[in-house]
């Protein structure tokens, strides 16, 4: 590729052909192209001594800039074409620019390839030092992420009220150095901005909310990236200053010819390989953390603004002064912005200790809110008044919002499929808070005869007809699985409802006052019991989990278990897992409310995340009083007693054989009690 290279923006133009033709006449050798890939691939291998760049429009230098951002030492100098728009243009230009037609300008700036520079005005003639370690380590400790600099350095530039923001690349081979630069067209900084920007928690953006980067911390976490150099021009149009940081921090400051905007240039020795690396995770960054800028944005030429928006047919925006939000049906999470820059993601509403429930659960959103307050990392909102002000305000926009739409497409039978269970939580969540005081009684005894409580059968019941048919004989039937057909015509045939795994608002408080029976199991009381007699019953599979070995020999139980292979060893996985088992008592009563002496045990899986097995004994049964009794004189008795019926019971271990059973409770010293 040629050494020297005129781009020329206008496609149809021969301007950039003529411009080649006359400068080499002079001994030189450009040439012209249209292609700013070619002009791109140069920068990056480092093969131009020089480029002109021909620029006819706005578009093009946009272009321009961001190349000459990415050329570390390649001269760059932009020739505007005269014309109506050339104000626009020249306006938006970063760099050294002549008018195209001033050929003799053109000579005198490239022949001799000088490098093109800012022109020093004046050096004032002191520098500043730092301890970048100290300062560094401070905000290490806060960020989880060095690149998150260049989030610092985005919020920098909305705060500065940019019209466009660009991030460049460019690496040069022969020096290892990798430029990045970090433009934006904004508000610049006067001198007296400089002497507070380098003074690390003091800012210019103290007293205005709506700004983000209140800390000043930006240019020293940039350090943490270990540049060789960090250059920081910047002006308001009327002035311009260059503040140029060393490695250490120290660095000088210098007056340049005004400049409009800033421009943050960083110098990283790093490999090529390390480079590409680089530049992959800081896209990555600044998407993450950044893409609802409303700025436009760009990293080397990409636009990654995305629009503040979730997914979701029912789907509803918020916007008042201060807040701008977007809340969709749909259990997930809220990201919390200010500015459009990420603070906190995975956020999952506020828990109030007032409400049954949590509504704002049942959705998930994007909430910008410029009173969200922040620590220094900008990771994570403070839970403070204004946060649970916000939410709240929230909290009540949903309600108002979705109530008489759900009524409405409930009433209609219009409710998504996919949708349709969470619509009926939100009714659950009205009626168990009486509507919060924003939904008024008429809407609620609407909501009250909506079929939204599933009965066993597959059809749908109302609150109201639920509550018609306790009243006629006295329980609340509920169950986590189906009932057989025998069981399920029994109680349709009487006309009682039976609904299907409800909702503990449904349960505990749509119909707190209803007497409930689950059909799950036999102890049909709404607590469980700990203590049984004189003896605490977790003690029982305490006893069982620290006898308890993982491997079982396989000639001690007639072979093998169940068709398992045995391994090498002559041992097989021992099917007794007592880790995530807990013993409990419960008063057994049948489907009359009468107590239950026939079952001794049953076991059902607890809810939640951390799934146990809950084997409940029912202290009505012979052997559970007799036990109550022995624990008086003899408590280890009674205990080993009671592990051994947990260990015969199929209800718990469906699987092993009687025999294996026998040798797992000798083995760990259980005696082997017949209870027929």
Request: with cysteine; charged share 25%.
């Amino acid at each position: 590729m040629a050494k020297q290279i005129i781009y020329d923006g206008d496609k149809k133009g021969v301007l950039g052909k003529s411009l080649a033709q006359s400068l080499n006449l002079l001994g030189n050798s450009y040439v012209c192209t249209h292609s700013l890939d070619e002009v791109e691939q140069g920068i990056e291998q480092g093969e131009l001594d020089y480029i002109l760049f021909v620029t006819p429009d706005v578009a093009t230098a946009h272009e321009g800039n961001r190349l000459k951002r990415k050329s570390i030492d390649t001269p760059f100098l932009f020739l505007t074409v005269p014309g109506k728009r050339v104000k626009d243009v020249t306006g938006r230009i970063r760099g050294q620019q002549v008018s195209s037609v001033s050929l003799d300008e053109i000579i005198e700036k490239t022949q001799g390839n000088e490098r093109i520079k800012s022109r020093l005005q004046k050096d004032y003639g002191f520098a500043f030092e730092a301890n970048p370690e100290g300062l560094t380590a401070v905000l290490m400790e806060q960020f989880s992420e060095p690149l998150l600099c260049f989030r610092e350095l985005v919020q920098n530039s909305v705060d500065a009220e940019a019209d466009r923001i660009e991030i460049n690349t460019g690496y040069d081979p022969d020096k290892g150095l990798l430029a990045i630069d970090v433009y934006d067209d904004g508000d610049g900084m006067t001198l007296d901005h400089i002497q507070t920007y380098l003074t690390l928690f003091d800012s210019t953006k103290d007293e205005d909310i709506r700004k983000i980067g209140q800390m000043g911390a930006g240019k020293v976490f940039a350090h943490a990236l270990g540049p060789k150099q960090m250059v920081v021009e910047t002006g308001d149009g009327q002035e311009g200053h260059k503040v140029v940081f060393n490695g250490d921090l120290s660095g000088r400051i210098v007056e340049t010819t005004p400049y409009q905007g800033t421009n943050v240039k960083l110098l990283l020795p790093l490999t090529r390989p390390k480079a590409r690396e680089f530049n992959k995770k800081l896209e990555e960054v600044v998407r993450d953390w950044c893409k609802h800028v409303k700025t436009p944005l760009y990293v080397n030429g990409k636009q990654i603004n995305e629009s503040f928006d979730v997914e979701g047919i029912y789907k509803a925006r918020l916007s008042e002064e201060g807040l701008e939000a977007v809340i969709a049906l749909g259990h997930g999470r809220y990201g919390l912005f200010k500015g459009g820059i990420l603070l906190e993601d995975h956020v999952y509403g506020l828990f109030n200790e007032y409400e049954n429930g949590k509504i704002v659960g049942l959705f998930r959103g994007l909430i910008d809110a410029e009173n969200f307050d922040f620590p220094i990392s900008r990771n994570g909102v403070v839970r403070n008044y204004d946060f649970e002000r916000i939410f709240a305000g929230i909290k009540k926009s949903l309600i108002t919002e979705f109530t008489p739409r759900f009524i409405e497409d409930t009433e209609a039978d219009k409710v998504p499929k996919k949708y349709k269970a969470e619509v009926r939580r939100f009714f659950y969540h009205i009626l168990a808070n009486n509507g919060y005081h924003d939904v008024d009684s008429k809407t609620l005894d609407k909501i009250r005869t909506l079929p939204i409580l599933e009965n066993v059968d597959g059809s749908f019941l109302s609150v109201d007809e639920v509550r018609e048919r306790i009243g006629n004989q006295g329980y609340l039937y509920h169950t986590l699985s189906d009932l057989s057909s025998t069981e399920l015509s029994a109680f349709i045939d009487k006309g009682i409802p039976v609904l299907r795994d409800p909702h503990d608002l449904v349960t505990s408080h749509i119909f707190e006052r209803a007497k409930k029976q689950s059909l799950d199991s036999r102890h049909y009381v709404e607590r469980l019991l700990i203590r049984v007699g004189d003896f605490d019953l977790s003690t029982i599979s305490d006893l069982l989990t620290r006898g308890f070995v993982s491997k079982v020999s396989a000639s001690s139980v007639g072979g093998g278990f169940l068709g398992d292979t045995v391994g090498s060893d002559g041992t097989y996985d021992n099917p007794f897992d007592f880790s995530k088992i807990g013993v409990y008592g419960a008063e057994f009563k049948d489907l009359q409310g009468n107590p239950e002496e026939n079952v001794l045990l049953d076991s059902q899986w607890s809810q939640g995340y951390d799934r146990r097995m809950q084997v409940i004994f029912n202290v009505n049964h012979p052997f559970m009083r007799s036990m109550s009794d022995l624990s008086q004189h003899n408590l280890s008795l009674a205990q080993y007693f009671i592990a051994c019926e947990l260990i015969k019971s199929r209800r718990v271990f469906g699987g092993p054989s009687h025999k294996i059973r026998e040798n797992e409770m000798s083995r760990i010293g259980l005696k082997v009690v017949d209870n027929d």
